[in-house]
């Protein structure tokens, strides 16, 4: 019996019940050719697998890279299948179509990637049902062994008993016979005021792993008869390799092979010292190719003049976009005032402490991975089409991943490990150097925007203009279609898109202005330069009305009372109208991938040192799993946004990036950090994502508070550039 739910059956439920959010999931039950790869206990749906002793575990399409959802999981499930949520554990599903989900709905193509803060929210919804349902199985396998009705027994802890006659049986015994049985048609969900763990702040449960140093990600991976290799890649974007000599290389003790790419030279060796060793021998002959001119001051003219030519207006599926600017154009000629101001931010790089690795064994007809990767249906698909074999011969092992932030969403470091395995005909681990890693990443955009804005006679808002211009994620990423609608890269709007403050004759416009710099999603992705740009200049907006910036965006908020509540919570934590002596504030706030977050940034100044006293942030994300976890997630945001706004940039020279270290791509250190509180909001909305939702408001936070302080607007990152400097 074939118990998968139809594609468009459980599509049409999964809409229901997730309030319109889409994804791929196949439940109640599983395809029976997952099932029958999963073996060591009985898989009770294509989710669930429960061993002879009660262990579950669940399979998830998230990537754990840091932001807990090996840990939120498990309460999700634990909470339905009403087992303890320490005996339930986390595997990674199949890398199988089965398993993809569809982020973006019909629109887009099924996929298996973590990214858009997506992977609790995204599997809220489908694990509760998928252990409501397991549970509901287990009860009437039970209750059929017993030969009473279902309805007179109950599962707590692992067991169902049958109190009428004292039975018990223990998940691990029932689930075979569970499994038999058909998926009910109707999956009710605990009520939230019954739930015991979900909304609770339990410990992570890959602490003691990662602590111990029994964690293994992707850098770690060890196979019989394993060579390392580290590579070279032209230093210009573009360029390619035009000859190298593998001699001196071949001297090293150690090395084994001298591997000649299209973009680069790899060497292959017995570590990765020895192979770092060869690497260093060489010298090789570059074809620095068309971009070997660029650099970024000359970039950012372009950026500059691209923003004031407004290409593209974004607009919704049943707006008109000529109709959309015709009605801007109307409000801003309506105006009494006019205020205009150009903001710009530069590359930025993921910097993940784990570089780029992957470990690869290829054979004639197949190939299997294993990664450190955000993206295992595009390693799949990427490593069969270049290989010439089926993709189901294709096997991805996900590693645990230490930093992704986007930057593992793309396929090139796998590429390069197949290709290099494929022409030594042994397993190769190859590993990025940290030099490496900086100076061939898919960037954050470098972006400029100019923001202008119509006010009436009260200082109010009647239009404004987000005019901006960046690279194109649609012309770099892997994943550069998904969600993609229209001729607008809504990546590089993310936010100024559609801002939440009720503000009338809005537009927003893009202009792509192409460098040849690889770009890609980065954490909140266009939000990080948007939040920063739009919610500074909200508070030029209120500083010229006359207006308190909270009082300013309250206004705007009136008749939004989700983002209101947000606002509030924030500006009460923040005790916003109150400072003490040499202190000074700022507020910001920011909406994205379904959650609401605004800071108040506390600091003082002396001689252009900056002391970061406090940031208290307030969100709502409809339901905290783990509220640990969310505060976890939102301070991390935080030292991500802040080491941007002070310290974040990758410049291009001679069309290669200057920037190969820490020491000069510095991060935030410990003691510039502030004492950062989180309120979070228990709305018991749908739920939003936590872990990219905090770094837009950071920059654009501190920035006003600077004004605060100074009287100087900030309207460029990094900070440091404009005589501040962290204290």
């Known amino acids: 019996m074939d118990t998968a739910l139809s594609r468009r059956r459980f599509l049409g439920s999964a809409t229901a019940a997730a309030g319109g959010l889409v994804i791929g999931f196949h439940l109640p039950a599983g395809p029976k050719r997952a099932q029958a790869a999963m073996p060591g206990g009985a898989v009770v749906n294509g989710w669930l697998r429960i061993g002879p002793d009660g262990t579950v575990t669940v399979f998830s399409v998230t990537t754990e890279i840091g932001q807990g959802t090996t840990s939120s999981i498990p309460q999700m499930v634990a909470e339905e299948l009403e087992v303890e949520w320490k005996h339930v554990r986390v595997e990674m599903a199949p ?61 707590r802890f692992g067991v169902v008993l049958h109190e009428r006659t004292d039975r018990r049986a223990g998940y691990g015994e029932l689930a075979p016979a569970a499994a038999r049985l058909t998926p009910p048609a109707e999956v009710p969900l605990k009520p939230r005021e019954q739930w015991r763990l979900i909304g609770k702040p339990l410990p992570r449960l890959d602490a003691g792993a990662k602590v ?21 890649q032209c230093p210009t974007f573009g360029g390619r390799l035009k000859s190298v000599d593998p001699a001196p290389a071949m001297k090293v003790k150690g090395v084994r092979a001298v591997v000649t790419l299209e973009g680069g030279v790899a060497v292959v060796a017995t570590g990765y010292w020895p192979a770092k060793k060869g690497l260093d021998a060489l010298s090789p002959v570059w074809d620095r190719g068309p971009n070997a001119g660029h650099d970024s001051a000359a970039y950012a003219g372009i950026l500059r003049q691209a923003a004031d030519r407004g290409e593209a207006v974004f607009a919704l599926r049943d707006q008109d976009p000529k109709k959309v600017q015709a009605d801007h154009e109307a409000a801003l000629a309506g105006a009494a005032r006019r205020v205009e101001a150009l903001y710009e931010v530069p590359f930025l790089d993921h910097a993940p402490m784990e570089p780029m690795n992957g470990t690869a064994v290829v054979e004639k007809d197949r190939a299997e991975l294993w990664l450190s990767t955000q993206n295992q249906s595009g390693v799949r698909d990427a490593v069969a089409a270049k290989l010439g074999i089926a993709p189901e011969k294709v096997t991805v092992h996900t590693q645990m991943v230490g930093g992704g932030y986007g930057r593992r ?20 681990k190859l590993v990025w150097s940290r030099e490496e890693d900086m100076t061939h990443g898919y960037y954050r955009p470098a972006a400029a925007a100019r923001l202008t804005a119509g006010l009436g006679p009260d200082g109010m808002p009647v239009a404004l203009r987000f005019d901006a211009a ?35 004759g809005y537009m927003a416009r893009l202009t792509r202005a192409d460098y040849g710099v690889p770009v890609g999603f980065w954490r909140s992705v266009g939000a990080s330069q948007n939040g ?39 500006a009460a934590a923040g005790g916003w109208g109150s400072a003490a002596a040499g202190r000074h504030k700022g507020f910001a706030m920011v909406r994205a991938n379904g959650s609401v977050v605004a800071a108040v940034a506390e600091l003082s100044v002396a001689d252009g040192a900056v002391r970061l006293h406090r940031i208290a942030c307030a969100v709502d994300c409809g339901t905290a799993v783990n509220p640990d976890s969310v505060r976890a997630q939102i301070e991390g945001g935080l030292v991500f946004g802040l080491t941007a706004a002070f310290l974040g940039e990758i410049t291009i020279k001679g069309g290669a990036v200057e920037q190969r270290n820490f020491d000069t791509y510095p991060l935030l250190a410990l003691s510039q950090m502030p004492e950062v509180q989180v309120e979070i909001l228990e709305t018991g909305g749908r739920l939003g994502g936590v872990g990219e939702e905090s770094v837009p408001v950071a920059a654009p936070a501190v920035a006003n508070a600077l004004f605060a302080a100074t009287g100087t607007r900030l309207r460029a990152t990094p900070f440091t550039k404009h005589g501040f400097r962290l204290a």
């Not at 199988?96 to 629109?107: L, R």
């Not at 919804?125 to 998928?130: M, S, V």
């Not at 140093?213 to 008869?225: F, K, Q, T």
Request: glycine share 8%; charged share 25%.
């Open 95 to 155: 890398v199988d179509p089965a398993y993809y989900f569809n982020p973006y709905g019909e629109a887009g193509e099924p996929i298996y990637a973590t990214f858009g803060s997506m992977g609790t929210y995204s599997q809220f919804e489908p694990l509760r049902k998928a252990g409501a349902a397991a549970r509901m199985m287990l009860v009437q396998a039970a209750a059929e062994r017993w030969g009473v009705p279902a309805a007179e027994c109950v599962a």
């Open 212 to 232: 111990d140093g029994s964690a293994v990600y992707g850098i770690d991976v060890r196979l019989p008869g394993l060579l390392v290799a580290t590579i070279a």
């Open 409 to 428: 969403i793309e396929v090139d470091y796998a590429l390069q490990a197949v290709e290099i395995a494929r022409k030594v005909g042994r397993p190769v």
């Open 470 to 504: 960046c690279e194109s994620l649609l012309d770099y990423s892997y994943l550069r279609n998904v969600g993609q609608r229209g001729p607008v890269d809504f990546a590089g709007l993310m936010y100024a898109a559609r801002p939440h403050y009720a503000i009338p």
């Open 532 to 570: 920063f740009f739009l919610e500074s200049f909200m508070d030029e907006l209120a500083h010229a009305a006359g207006i308190d910036p909270v009082e300013y965006r309250r206004r705007l908020l009136k008749d939004r009372p989700r983002e209101l509540g947000v606002l509030e919570k924030a």
